[in-house]
């Protein structure tokens, strides 16, 4: 389902300032004119993810938030285990620890944000979880100008919020900052884990042990639901839109991209929730979150602009420096 890591020391004209990947020259393919696959993939995902929480919000009345989220990690788990097809062995204790912690993050982020969905509306909760990688790419960035991107991202993000959260379920606010927080831990153990398994692999695993933390609490909260099918066809469609395709994409993205860059872009997420909800659940646009979003954008662009120059190194190929990994 993904393509194999670069060997790690290959020798290039210019370094590139991605994570766990090797330094390719400038215009081959993956340097400079390649510097954009890997956000295409990020905002696929980003599209994905968010018509899938959409699609979850509406299934909540029938299966509750602790119920979509263990069909959409035990479908999902259940689908990348069968197309993956891990391997068990041969993987180090530190390995399965990178898999697990994983794993981990992932059933916290959805768990923590479905509890804030169930509470306030979409696009707000999208708002307050997206601080998590906003603050990852200011603590991992060592680059002056990803604090100006970050910076101009949260004007937007609270714009689009509509420039307050004093009228949110305070429950609901927390639970999305909270799962904001696991976000960025997401991120940066999403990266561990493409540098330590080939393919798709770690995903899986990960995947399947956040589904395994979940199967309970569904179970207590929803019970024979679960297994009724409209509920368990609906959940599927959450599982493929919100899990399956976004994690794969983000996870290939991940290696080709520092995870700075790849928090910055993952400000477009209220954006694109903001759309999801207008489309499926009647959520209109205000004239300052379309300027919100308008500056999500920018901080966007900007922070792509920023990564395509490094990995060009300038007119005449000279050399820069990779950029920093995240511990």
């Known amino acids: 389902m993904s393509t194999p890591s670069a060997t790690p020391g290959t020798s290039s004209q210019v370094a590139a300032p991605a994570v766990g990947h090797a330094s390719v020259p400038d215009g081959a393919p993956g340097g400079r004119s390649g510097a954009l696959g890997p956000v295409g993939l990020v905002l696929a995902g980003g599209v994905s993810v968010q018509f899938g929480a959409a699609l979850a919000v509406s299934l909540m009345p029938r299966a ?5 989220v263990t069909l959409r990690l035990a479908v999902a788990a259940v689908v990348m285990l069968v197309v993956c097809r891990p391997r068990l062995r041969g993987h180090s204790r530190a390995d399965w ?48 100008v990803n604090l100006v991107w970050a910076g101009l991202a949260l004007v937007g993000v609270f714009l689009l919020g509509g420039g307050g959260f004093d009228g949110l379920d305070p429950a609901g606010a927390a639970f999305a900052l909270a799962a904001g927080a696991m976000w960025a831990a997401y991120i940066v153990f999403s990266a561990r884990t493409g540098r330590r398994f080939p393919q798709a692999d770690g995903l899986a695993l990960a995947m399947a042990v956040g589904a395994l933390l979940f199967l309970p609490l569904g179970v207590v909260e929803s019970g024979a639901k679960l297994i009724d099918p409209v ?48 489309l499926i659940l009647d959520q209109a646009l205000t004239a300052t979150q379309s300027a919100a979003v308008a500056l999500v954008v920018v901080a966007s662009m900007g922070a792509v602009r920023t990564q395509v120059g490094r990995r060009g190194g300038g007119r005449r190929g000279r050399r820069t420096k990779a950029a920093p990994d995240v511990p």
Request: cysteine-free; hydrophobic content about 60%.
């Open 64 to 68: 509750g938030a602790l119920g979509v």
């Open 97 to 144: 620890g990178t898999v697990v912690v994983f794993g981990i993050a992932m059933a916290g982020m959805n768990g923590l944000f479905y509890q804030a969905v169930d509470r306030i509306p979409l696009g707000p909760a999208v708002t307050l979880e997206v601080l998590g990688p906003l603050a990852l790419s200011v603590v991992a960035s060592r680059r002056a």
């Open 231 to 278: 509920t368990l066809a609906l959940g599927a469609g959450v599982a493929l839109l919100s899990s399956v395709l976004p994690y794969t994409l983000e996870l290939l993205a991940l290696r080709r991209l520092p995870a700075p860059t790849f928090a910055v872009l993952m400000s477009l997420e209220p954006a694109i929730a903001a759309a999801a909800g207008f």
